[in-house]
């Protein structure tokens, strides 16, 4: 197994103090900080933007992995690319077509960024079989996304286990990353099933141990 990455996800963090937080996860063994941004249209609910993003870039230099929960992902993937973010991950959905989603992905890593795409827990994973060899991440969304604190979703556990095979059969690179509901309980379960990235929001901000509670998802 390929070794394990922690992406704590600002969403769950206290915003009038962004920078202790982001010095307490600099403590931890986490390497990327998940950043969600949500329009109030593709997702319920509005978060933060690329100014935000461009502040927090300065403050550290973890691995900046940006969550487009947007309607016009290739409206703004290159303010984000702009302001910091390493990774910029967009939703399937957003399209629903194989060329439109690889013309974005081709966009943004002429930008300089790496790339991913989202799927939703009722979306199958078959569509997005195609596009893997082309990305470099894979996000698989255990809660319908808009919220932190939601309650992890099984059945991602089954497309976590069928993207490992496809990926290792046909010895591609992308990672597969998975987003809600994630503690020390669900998150070696998607270990095991063959996850590399876990992002975790509310399990980890709020709580003065993070740095703990980041060491014991790598149990
Ligand atoms: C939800 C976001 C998540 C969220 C996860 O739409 O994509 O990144 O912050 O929060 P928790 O870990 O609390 O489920
Ligand atoms: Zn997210």
Same mark, same amino acid.
């Given at each position: 197994m390929a070794e394990l990455i922690v992406a704590p996800s600002l969403l769950s963090a206290d915003f009038s103090n962004l920078e202790r937080e982001i010095e307490l996860v600099k403590k931890s063994k986490a390497k990327w900080i998940h950043f969600?941004? $949500?329009d109030g249209h /593709? !997702?319920?609910n509005i978060s933060f933007g690329s100014k935000v993003l461009a502040d927090v870039s300065k403050l550290s230099d973890l691995f900046l992995d940006v969550?487009? $929960?947007i309607t016009d992902p290739d409206k703004y993937a290159e303010? /984000? !690319?702009r302001a910091g973010a390493d990774l910029i991950t967009f939703h399937y959905e957003v399209f629903d077509d194989y060329d439109v989603c690889l013309e974005l992905i081709q966009k943004i890593k002429a930008l300089g960024a790496q790339v991913g795409i989202s799927v939703k827990p009722k979306t199958v994973t078959n569509a997005v079989l195609p596009l893997l060899r082309h990305l470099n991440l894979i996000l698989v969304m255990?809660?319908?996304p808009g919220f932190g604190g939601q309650k992890f979703q099984e059945q991602a556990l089954s497309k976590i286990r069928d993207l490992r095979k496809y990926i290792d059969r046909n010895h591609l690179k992308c990672l597969i990353e998975v987003d809600g509901g994630i503690d020390e309980f669900t998150g070696p &379960?998607? &270990?095991e099933a063959g996850v590399d990235v876990l992002v975790a929001g509310s399990y980890l901000f709020g709580h003065a141990d993070l740095?703990?509670?980041v060491e014991r998802l790598f149990e």
């Amino acid at each position: 197994m390929a070794e394990l990455i922690v992406a704590p996800s600002l969403l769950s963090a206290d915003f009038s103090n962004l920078e202790r937080e982001i010095e307490l996860v600099k403590k931890s063994k986490a390497k990327w900080i998940h950043f969600d941004v $949500m329009d109030g249209h /593709f !997702v319920p609910n509005i978060s933060f933007g690329s100014k935000v993003l461009a502040d927090v870039s300065k403050l550290s230099d973890l691995f900046l992995d940006v969550h487009l $929960m947007i309607t016009d992902p290739d409206k703004y993937a290159e303010t /984000f !690319v702009r302001a910091g973010a390493d990774l910029i991950t967009f939703h399937y959905e957003v399209f629903d077509d194989y060329d439109v989603c690889l013309e974005l992905i081709q966009k943004i890593k002429a930008l300089g960024a790496q790339v991913g795409i989202s799927v939703k827990p009722k979306t199958v994973t078959n569509a997005v079989l195609p596009l893997l060899r082309h990305l470099n991440l894979i996000l698989v969304m255990s809660v319908e996304p808009g919220f932190g604190g939601q309650k992890f979703q099984e059945q991602a556990l089954s497309k976590i286990r069928d993207l490992r095979k496809y990926i290792d059969r046909n010895h591609l690179k992308c990672l597969i990353e998975v987003d809600g509901g994630i503690d020390e309980f669900t998150g070696p &379960r998607c &270990r095991e099933a063959g996850v590399d990235v876990l992002v975790a929001g509310s399990y980890l901000f709020g709580h003065a141990d993070l740095p703990e509670r980041v060491e014991r998802l790598f149990e």
